[in-house]
């Protein structure tokens, strides 16, 4: 089952599909036009999903939020349920109070895998049956009543997600709110920005200020968040486009590729073209 709704007004597309034998996302080529996130639901066995490449234990019963620039695919797509929107439909970013979910739910460098128990289940499957429903209903409160049930979703998901990855209350506090910007920075502006003190100047914080935030939270630190996502980009563009290592190294704002070549090395133990054709092999 794929049910779909299109806000003629403002663009925004909002799908729910179910029990669906062929579901993936390839942003390279052809989902590029499509900025969906996604949150999957695997309501069956545990399975392998294989995200931007890697694969991954997705657990029975548990949910994976997915951003717009993720690619994927399931060993047994038929077992999940997934929900996709994009900004036009919904902008977490505008409904940050709302949510609070974007650099944490949301985050590139952070697969979540949330576990869901009876309870989390029970819910889960309420809100799906609820979708069903009101996306079969077409009227003129059909928009508003699934933007609700939307948001409703992706509060009961943060609110699991932080239970889980975050248990202790004191750490879902205004600082943490910090390093989710943090991360919502580096997202908009790693191609061209590589220093800490760059985000620390946006966050109006000293870099170490930062740097002790995030050691407080267990986290990675800044440092080690910003390279990790400019590998993770020259991952999937070597995995999944023809440009050449010399392109790679000025779209990710390096100006020497050989020095891009050792950077690359240095976090993955290959050359750029190494990890192309290890790829390729596999």
């Given amino acids: 089952m794929k049910l779909h709704l299109t806000d003629s007004n403002s663009g925004g597309h909002l799908l729910l599909l179910n029990s669906e034998q062929y579901f993936d996302r390839l942003f390279y080529s052809k989902d590029r036009d499509n900025k969906y996130f996604t949150i999957v ?9 294989t995200i931007d490449g890697e694969e991954m234990v997705f657990p029975a ?10 690619s994927f695919f399931f060993d047994r797509s038929a077992d999940v349920v997934a929900w996709q929107f994009n900004r036009e439909f919904y902008c977490m970013i505008d409904h940050d109070s709302e949510v609070s979910c974007v650099g944490f739910l ?5 697969n979540l895998f949330i576990n869901l128990n009876e309870a989390a289940q029970e819910k889960m499957l309420l809100l799906l049956n609820m979708f069903i429903s009101e996306m079969n209903t077409s009227d003129n409160v059909q928009n508003d009543m ?3 049930l939307l948001k409703r979703l992706i509060i009961t998901v943060t609110q699991l997600a932080k239970s889980e990855y975050l248990p202790d209350p004191k750490m879902q506090s205004d600082r943490f709110n910090i390093i989710r910007k943090f991360n919502l920075l580096v997202e908009g502006n790693f191609h061209n ?3 800490v003190n760059f985000y620390a100047q946006q966050l109006n914080r000293s870099p170490k200020t930062l740097s002790n935030l995030f050691a ?4 990675k630190t800044p440092i080690q968040i910003i390279q990790e996502r400019i590998i993770i980009e020259a991952k999937r563009l070597l995995y999944y486009t023809d440009k050449s290592s010399k392109e790679i190294t000025y779209e990710l704002g390096f100006e020497d590729p050989a020095y891009f070549s050792n950077f690359f090395k240095k976090h993955t133990s290959y050359s750029p073209i190494g990890y192309r054709n290890k790829k390729q092999i596999a």
């Fill in 106 to 110: 949301f985050a590139i460098g952070q």
């Fill in 193 to 195: 920005e590589h220093s």
């Fill in 146 to 148: 699934l933007i609700m």
């Fill in 61 to 70: 019963q548990s949910v994976l939020p997915l951003m717009f620039n993720q």
């Fill in 216 to 219: 407080l939270f267990q986290q």
């Fill in 41 to 49: 639901w695997n309501r069956a066995e545990q399975q392998v999903v």
